[in-house]
Nanobody, 121 residues
Framework: QVQLVESGGGLVQPGGSLRLSCARSGNIFSTAFMGWYRQAPGKQRELVAQIPAGGGTNYADSVKGRFTISRDNAKNMLYLQMNSLKPEDTARYYC???????????????WGQGTQITVSS
């Protein structure tokens, strides 16, 4: 079983910064992707930032230049540094990974329960 737990959400003013953390646990055999999604009421869940197994990073155009995704494999942590936050960034943010485990050797999607980010003055 793979578990993801997000933390770091909260209320911030426009222009402020937050850093989200995602703790990953479980016996993971291989990882295809790790990243962050977000979903606001009435909107589709969208990819915010992602680290593919092959390297590099992917960002939504709306956050490019403001958000930075990073990971610490030794600590099994994934981070999202969010700067210059805008009201449009208000959403629930979800940690996500596509990974396989020793028990199945099948790639599956795993999601955290999310953490709320509200950007408001």
């Amino acid at each position: 079983q793979v578990q993801l737990v997000e933390s770091g959400g909260g209320l911030v003013q426009p222009g402020g910064s937050l850093r989200l953390s995602c703790a990953r646990s479980g016996n993971i055999f291989s990882t295809a992707f790790m990243g962050w999604y977000r979903q606001a009421p009435g909107k589709q869940r969208e990819l915010v930032a992602q680290i593919p197994a092959g390297g590099g990073t992917n960002y939504a155009d709306s956050v490019k230049g403001r958000f930075t995704i990073s990971r610490d494999n030794a600590k099994n942590m994934l981070y999202l540094q969010m700067n210059s936050l805008k009201p449009e960034d208000t959403a629930r943010y979800y940690c996500h990974t596509v990974a396989s485990t020793h028990s199945t050797d099948v790639y599956r999607d795993y999601w955290g329960q999310g953490t709320q980010i509200t950007v408001s003055s």
